[in-house]
């Protein structure tokens, strides 16, 4: 990104049958930073975790009652999140506990991958690609 660059304002959001678990998951495993967490006991309302580098997830726990404004069954998640070092991110996953669906590799368009699962399931794939550059208007 260039200092003229916004930051990411997509804030992808997941439910959780054990928030407060999920959490710590995703901040001992991946390296995400828990920014804002409100909720009473085991209940998260409303969770705000970072990426370092940029951008971020919301989450909070999953509602058994049917007036549900945000309805994502737990486990159905799935995110590719950048990062400059996937050797040691998968080291940390894999240390953590996080269930390997492919390891390390290269792929064809050139970024070097890999892709875990959480303990509620949720797909999480890690790598170098950046994506391309947006056109021009």
């Keep these: 990104m260039t200092d003229n660059t916004p930051p990411p304002q997509v804030w992808p959001t997941l439910r959780a049958r054990d928030a407060r678990a999920l959490i710590r998951f995703l901040v001992d495993a991946f390296g995400f930073e828990e920014t804002v967490v409100y909720g009473d006991g085991a209940r998260v309302d409303h969770a705000q975790l970072s990426w370092p580098p940029g951008g971020g997830v919301m989450l909070g726990s999953v509602r058994e009652d049917a007036d549900d404004p945000w309805p994502v069954p ?14 040691g991110l998968f080291a940390r996953a894999s240390a953590a506990g996080a269930t390997v669906i492919s390891g390390l590799h290269e792929t064809d368009y050139g970024s070097r991958d890999f892709a875990v699962r959480d303990p509620e399931g949720n797909r999480w794939s890690f790598g170098t690609y950046r994506g391309e550059p947006r056109k021009s208007a």
């Design 74 to 87: 737990p486990g159905s998640f799935g995110a590719y999140v950048v990062t400059d070092d996937p050797d």
